[in-house]
């Protein structure tokens, strides 16, 4: 393994998401901001506790995840496919980097904006409303490894994507909708059945209580469970990422 | 004999059931230019591709200096430098920056004083700080060879490197490969420019249809057929083959 060619790599892409901070940190920030006022401050004052915290608390947990898992995804699926498309990613290929290097490089930027945007949202949130860290530990977990599952995805949409079309399904018609109905503006519980059952088999439903949990020490289901799903998630993309990497599918002909 | 840089054994590469390379074997030895010709779709980038890392051959094995490019990637890819086929340049960094990161990527601790000297050897020291995209053609073009040079490589495929380009940056970059294999480098070029393989290469190789057909010293194969020019025992070498196959 190459320290040196990690370490580049890894730098290069932080480069990358910091020359356009405007798209890749500020608008991410603008807009989870907006739905913290819409739906936590000016809703939230009319909306009734939920699970026994206020609703502006309640949510912020929520948008943090949502944030994260969407800056996680996007910023290895775009990196990764626009050097795919503009032929960029021949000097990674004809570099002495393996399919571990590039995992560790691209994932590890990935996070870290993740991260980025996620305090910085949390940090917004602080200004309206007292917040408390019920379990460090939990947050750190989810937060690591939603983080890393969502990069390891975003990898593998752009490995399989050979149109911007095909990168766009996930963000939009994947993510977003499991967000949305993982329990960010709301808890499983208000649902009727056979929604409530339903929403158990969402992904994102775990990694948004799970950190809610971590925040709030209230969530739909238990941490454990949270932790289960998202350790075999993680487990089951990176799988899938480093068999497509080390493969050179849609990189090497 | 010194051992080759380069040694093709055996090659065959297949992209399902289209042979792009024919049981191809080939030895380049140190500090020369090997020139690739044939038409296109030939493989001759696919042969550069399997050998520099961005194809894998579906047989056969490829040493560079005795290391294996397959289980000796790691070695083999620090001793190679590709300049491709196509142009490419990330519109996020400058000049400066990407010869930077192309050195960490090869494994060499990035030496802003190397990249600076790359960049006034390659006339790119003006443009420096500016946007990569915002350079001409040309620039990009020497921008491609110089991060090619990055790590020092032993052995340099240039991929077309003229194609589209000007005569006199075609000059310019042939002024370029001549110091290089003054500087020790062994080269392996591809071009459709025959009269510029005939000057430049020590050695040809003829590739169709993934078979190599001619693999012989310039002088020798201009002796052999004294008066006629490279371009002339090319084309009909290339019309024998294509009578053979159509046969």
């Known amino acids: 393994m190459s320290a040196i060619a990690l370490k580049t790599l890894f730098l290069k892409e932080i480069r990358r998401f910091s020359k356009v901070w405007l798209q890749t940190v500020l608008s991410p920030l603008v807009t989870t901001s907006l739905y913290f006022l819409v739906f936590g401050v000016a809703l939230g004052s009319r909306l009734r506790e939920i699970s026994g915290v206020p609703y502006i608390q309640f949510v912020v947990p929520g948008l943090v995840m949502m944030t994260m898992v969407r800056d996680a995804f996007l910023n290895t699926s775009s990196s990764l496919f626009q050097s795919k498309i503009n032929g960029t990613i021949t000097d990674v290929l004809v570099a002495p980097i393996g399919a571990f290097e590039m995992l560790v ?149 | 004999m010194k051992p080759p840089v380069l040694r093709c054994r055996h090659v065959s590469k297949r992209y399902g059931k289209f042979t792009a390379l024919r049981d191809l074997s080939l030895e380049v030895y140190e500090g020369e230019i090997f020139a690739l010709l044939g038409p296109n779709g030939a493989g001759k980038s696919t042969l550069i591709h399997c050998i520099t890392g961005l194809a894998k051959q579906s047989k056969g094995s490829i040493e560079v200096l005795g290391f294996d490019t397959v289980t000796d990637f790691r070695t083999t890819r620090r001793l190679v430098g590709l300049v491709p086929q196509e142009i490419n340049y990330d519109p996020f960094f400058t000049p400066l920056e990407s010869l930077m990161i192309q050195m960490g990527l090869m494994g060499v601790k990035p030496n802003r004083e190397r990249a600076e000297s790359l960049l006034k050897t390659f006339s790119l020291d003006e443009k420096r700080d500016a946007y990569t995209r915002t350079l001409s053609g040309g620039m990009k073009r020497r921008l491609l060879v110089a991060k090619a040079l990055v790590h020092g490589p032993r052995l340099l495929f240039l991929d077309e490197p003229t194609a589209g380009v000007d005569v006199e940056l075609r000059q310019e970059l042939w002024q370029e490969v001549e110091d290089l294999r003054a500087a020790g480098t062994t080269i392996v070029l591809t071009t459709h420019y025959i009269e510029e393989a005939e000057k430049l290469a020590d050695r040809i190789g003829i590739l169709h249809k993934g078979e190599l057909l001619l693999v012989e010293s310039r002088d020798s194969l201009l002796e052999r057929h004294s008066g006629r020019s490279l371009e002339e025992i090319y084309l009909e070498l290339i019309r024998k083959a294509e009578g053979r196959h159509a046969a």
Do not use: C, Q
């Open chain 1, 105 to 253: 490089a691209y994932v590890g930027a990935a996070m870290l904006r993740a991260f980025l945007v996620g305090t910085l949202v949390y940090l917004v949130a602080l200004t309206f409303t007292y917040f408390p860290l019920h379990h460090v530990g939990w947050i750190l977990f989810f937060a690591i490894f939603v983080t890393a599952t969502l990069a390891l995805l975003g990898m593998v949409a752009a490995l399989w994507a050979e149109k911007f079309d095909h990168l766009a399904i996930f963000p939009n018609f994947v993510l977003l909708p499991l967000a949305f109905l993982g329990g960010v503006f709301y808890s499983i519980d208000l649902l009727p059945e056979p929604w409530h059952t339903v929403s158990l088999f969402n992904p994102l439903l775990y990694m948004v209580n799970g950190l809610r949990y971590g925040f709030l020490g209230v969530a739909d289901v238990t941490p454990e469970a949270s932790a289960a799903v998202v350790l075999l998630s993680f487990a089951v993309v990176l799988a899938v990422a480093s068999a497509l990497l080390r493969s050179g599918y849609n990189l090497r002909s």
